[in-house]
């Protein structure tokens, strides 16, 4: 307005002028003859006009309109430019999703702003101008939005033709916000996306139950909606979506995907590795959100297993055929096997889809090569691509080997056992009763049950084992050096030779044996080795995935909740996770691998939980010493024991006995509210008197905070061991802590 | 008395049952029953069964997961005077599942009974039908006549 009425000021008396000297010199010209024009300047001194005003008025309407259309659109401009920003930045973020659909797009975006533009009534013209940008940009995403749906054939035909309607109703209104048609139009957008399938819930964190074959949750984001409700396809694909790169395996739709080359299949909930964190996984999984469909890919040629048995109960059963059934006898007579269920509990990968009410599927003898985070797919080793909604990586670990051994050359390495998979425990055992020496390297865990499991058919056949180490005693990083050592005597009364403070030096194979040298001198000679020297946290998938890989323990490194990305979560030996009281660290432990895995399942399905129950382990060394501990046990850390006498009451036998379960986790977590199997304790043979750690509590502190206990030959007592570390408190009389274990009863 | 011995950082108390007889005095955190992070039993506290429990095993999540948790929930909620006896459609249901994956769900009581029974006589399907869904019965109870302390909970 103040810009008009300067333009006005200055330019009227130019009008004015100029008017006035154009009839001047017209009636100059032609009409006068001498007159002179005395009068003139005065008569049109006013801006009013008198006389010659219509003139003035078309100059004055003239310089008003221009003035008031070059207004218009310097307004409509700096207003639409932020809206141009925003198209821009849409557009960019919107690109990488382009990948298949442009081509369909194209033919059908210019459909609506063709149909807009006539449809809109012509002022103001550079509305159309600017809103058709908008358009174009729109569509682009919007399509994507819906053609980036997995389960490709999706009701999603409709919704696609829903968006368009929607944009074309959008736009009719006039642009006077054409700073909120943009979001509008993709809200809107979205909605019959979200809408149009009843089926599909915006939120993620809602499970619903679902009559009809199963829907997920849907992240309820912009560029990527992933709708996967697997309504039977064979909706007829219109123009919409010629090039569906996603096709349900099972609805055999003939819509064939001509973009890509490969049929994809796709499935909700997807488990890299079939192991126990795995299973757990599914289980939980499936309890959670019902009708679930789970497929579990595994590189190994079974289905999930539980490990402990294999270092433990599988080599004390008295049956021939053990490794072919892998049953075992627990303690308490009861029989399993290692196998978490029977192969009917699943059901085949091909009908995964169509199953009424979802199931359980294993893929075995298939790696997965290749993770693709922002496709939300991976690749196998035989080339399959499968796309998921949310997916758990539960890769494990592969043994580690000594260096020595890898450089020996093959034929140390045809004799050497790395062990941890069934086919491991089958020709060990094999091997075991057809060789005379057997060496174990390594005093940990696994060493050290493995020796004391072949210790104990040593004394049926003539068969030597050795174990070697390191470290001063067995589990000489677990234990306080007291404990270690009175381990090590057990160890050795189980049948096994141990040679401790022991580096290998050099391996060779000689006349058909194997010679391992020592860096101290010492000279062994075996036929066979066993390396249980740790386990290597298998992160193949870090590279393509552009997962973390953590530096100090190994492993993916995950937050408390388990997560590494969206949709994304890891578990067991893999998972370098963050405990919220013991702080950042990776646990290679079979009740840890439960645990997690069905955190891990918790959090798939919405639970947002955080690593909070701790794990226990155990371990059993022989009939006599048994131990459950949780925490960080650490023998570096400083500790207090506090030891009762043993009386033959306190072995692990017993314990599961009186529980009834066999597997010591198991006692705790799957006890049911059955009537419990009566005790049936053996007389007690007599108090042992040499024996100074018959059974007691152990704690390892931290800044003087117990963040690790052990239970020595002390059972079922396991919920206040984790109830003290729960509580992170400083306790200044880990004596009086101890009486809450009554040590000294059964 | 109890004796104490150190060996470098590690320390070592041996104690006799008398010097454990007095309480402790240790102090422990008081739990918060509503604490959502805890590890919950069978019956989360709003009253709804969670079917995550480890003490249910792989039912909730097997092939008859469904059915189970169709007749387990109509159990739960139901009011009549005989629990659980407005729900015997979905208990039949669920054995009918079951029957199809013997390997899964194994029937206990019936092989306890089989094994009594001469060997010959095959017990019919229905008696094997009445048995397990006993069974059932029973082991459903179990869990509301157990107090909920002895539940398996975390602590």
Redo the contacts between chains.
Sequence with gaps: MLKCRTVWRTLAPLARTSSTVCRQNARRAGLNNGRLPACVPAAHMSTAPAGGGRENQLYVLLVGATCVGGAIYAYRTVKGDSQRYQDRIDEISSRPLKTFTEEPATPTQSEPPAAPSPAEPSPPAPDAEILAPIETADLPSVWIASTADEPAVEASPQEAAEPAAALIVEEEPPAAEPAEARPGVVAEADEPVIEASPEEAAEPPVVEPEPSPPSEPTPAELTEPVADSESPAAESAAAAKPAEPQLEAVTESGDASPASHKVSSHTPYLLIGGGTASFAAARSIRARDPGARVLIVTDELVPPYMRPPLSKELWFSDDPSVTETLRFKQWNGKERSIYFQPPSFYINAEELGSAENGGVAVLTGKKVVHMDVRGNKIKLDDDTEISYDKCLIATGGVPRNLQVIERAGEEVMKRTTLFRKVEDFKSLDKVSRNVKSITIIGGGFLGSELACALGRRSTESDLEVIQMYPEKGNMGKVLPEYLSNWTTEKVKKEGVKIISEALVKSVVSKDDKLEIQLKDGRLVKTDHIVAAVGLEPNVDLAKSAGLEVDSDFGGFRVNAELQARSNIWVAGDAACFYDIRLGRRRVEHHDHAVVSGRLAGENMTGANKPYWHQSMFWSDLGPDVGYEAIGIVDSSLPTVGVFAKATAKDTPKAATEESGTGIRSESETEHTASSPVASSAPSPTGVQHKDEYGKGVIFYLRDKVVVGIILWNVFNRMPIARKIIKDGEEHADLNEVAKLFNIHDD | M?SVRE???????????E??A????????EEDPND????RGLILPSGEIN??C?????M????C??EF?DAFSCFHYSKEEVKGSDCLENFRAMQECMQR?P??YPQEDEKEQQQQQSSETKPTSQDSAETSENGWWR?LL??YK?PAS???T??
């Design positions: 109890s060996e470098g950082k590690d320390r070592i108390i041996f104690v006799t049952k010097d454990h007095s309480p402790s005095s240790a102090e422990l955190v959502p992070y805890e590890e079917w995550n480890p003490c249910l095993g792989g909730a999540s097997g092939p997961g469904t948790k994956y390997e899964l082991w179990s869990f157990t002895l539940w398996p975390a602590p």
